[in-house]
């Protein structure tokens, strides 16, 4: 080497002397690298299983609406401002007014098969615009005579999209029984998970309809025959609510029950379930990965501090040829780079392939779409940045070693 170097090219000798260093001591490389990988590759496995078993049950429960379901539990007290107050809150994403669920009820038959065996007695389910129970794309009922039936309402009518069926409403009034019928076209079949039992998706109107025929009362809208119609402010006992996301359903139940003293009952057990398996799953995450990183740093840095002193003498004489203290650091730096970048390709590499074992393993078990393992390019971004530097930390103990020599020793040495 020449005895001197010029202003510029220390810090770019150093890096070159310390890759070719590396690559000739290419045994003691590979170690490094496969116990960097031993330790990352678990690491990764192990987030990976957590974060889509995680995922996979939090989009379980964001897919299914009843999730955000709030029901009220008993009998209240409902006006049109309290159902105006919810619609405007950002938190609720649908509200629907019920009437009492003893007269929420309609015989559905198909006139063309008329006989005991096909008349259903259906539950009749306040629905509209934007209800989550029913498909986004369909129609939702908004007239008095459309309705959606459920799928075993459905099975047992025979009945698809476009059928008209007959609804009929019996009441006992002044001493006699009477009954009327409404045409009622079905715009909808429910999905199964909608509605379990007999039901029909209806306009608040329909319901009130039924309702006030029940009450005795006649019925504008329908021609039904009664009593005076009802008149004046109308009061519901109960309703259907449902949260924006499963993340407000906790809030939404406190600012029910705190705020106006409406119990309600909600599925926010499950939520929180998911949730605090989240947290203590990275929890015990950190705790092992945070273990494992100061090892393998100790590992490393005791390696680098090791490799240094064996090469004291070809140190020192950069020293000699006028490296400075803060330019033969980056030696032991470099390498430990080195080592993160290359032990952390090979645990991306292992992790892959026990990736794909596992989904394979559990594909029967997971729906379409799911993954028990998983890693998002964010997370891959982290474990590298995670690595490299806990490689800078363990290289500071080299980097100390390195800063004490002497170019004298080298001249001693020589």
């Not at 039904?224 to 906790?250: H, M, Q």
């Not at 993160?340 to 390709?345: A, E």
Request: aromatic fraction near 8%; hydrophobic fraction near 45%; proline fraction near 6%.
């Amino acid at each position: 080497m020449k005895a001197g170097l010029r202003k510029g090219r220390e810090l770019p000798t150093v890096l070159w002397l310390a890759v070719r260093d590396y690559l000739h001591e290419w045994q003691m490389s590979v170690c490094f690298i496969l116990a960097l990988a031993a330790i990352l590759a678990p690491m990764m496995v192990l987030f990976g299983l957590k974060f889509g078993v995680v995922t996979s049950m939090v989009d379980r429960l964001v897919q299914d609406p009843r999730n955000r379901e709030v029901r009220p539990v008993g009998s209240g007290h409902y006006g049109p401002d309290w159902f105006a107050e919810m619609r405007a809150r950002g938190d609720v994403a649908f509200v629907a007014p019920k009437t009492r669920s003893l007269a929420a009820t309609i015989n559905l038959y198909k006139p063309d098969d008329v006989g005991p065996s096909k008349i259903v007695n259906a539950e009749l389910i306040p629905s509209g615009p934007g209800d989550p129970m029913l498909h986004p794309d369909a129609p939702k009922p908004q007239k008095i005579d459309e309705v959606i039936v459920s799928d075993s309402v459905a099975r047992k009518l025979d009945a698809t999209r476009g059928d008209i069926v007959d609804g009929s409403v019996t009441r006992v009034f002044r001493g006699a029984r009477e009954r009327v019928h409404l045409p009622l076209q079905v715009i909808g079949v429910a999905a199964p998970g909608a509605f379990p039992r007999d039901g029909a998706f209806a306009s608040v109107a329909l319901l009130e309809a039924v309702e006030d025929y029940r009450d005795g009362r006649a019925v504008t809208e329908t021609g039904w025959p009664g009593e005076e119609p009802y008149g004046g402010e109308r009061w519901y006992p109960g309703f259907r609510l449902f949260a924006r996301s499963i993340y407000d359903v906790a809030g939404l139940a406190d600012t029910l029950q705190e705020g106006t003293g409406i119990e309600v009952r909600t599925r926010n057990a499950d939520i929180e379930i998911v949730q605090s398996l989240d947290r203590n799953l990275s929890i015990v995450f950190w705790v092992v990965a945070l273990v494992a990183l100061v090892g393998f740093s100790l590992s490393l840095g005791a390696s680098l501090w090791a490799n240094v002193d064996r090469k004291r003498r070809e140190l020192s004489v950069l020293r000699l040829i006028g490296v400075r203290t803060g330019g033969i650091i980056w030696f032991p730096v470099m390498q430990a780079l080195l080592t993160g970048i290359f032990g952390w390709l090979l645990a991306g590499l292992i992790y892959l392939s026990v990736e794909s074992a596992l989904n394979h393993m559990f594909s029967g078990n997971m729906a379409i779409g799911e993954s028990i393992c998983q890693l998002l390019p964010e997370h891959y971004l982290g474990a590298l940045y995670l690595t490299l530097a806990s490689c800078v930390v363990a290289s500071m103990l080299g980097g100390f070693k390195v800063s004490k020599i002497e170019p004298s020793e080298g001249m001693r040495e020589y």
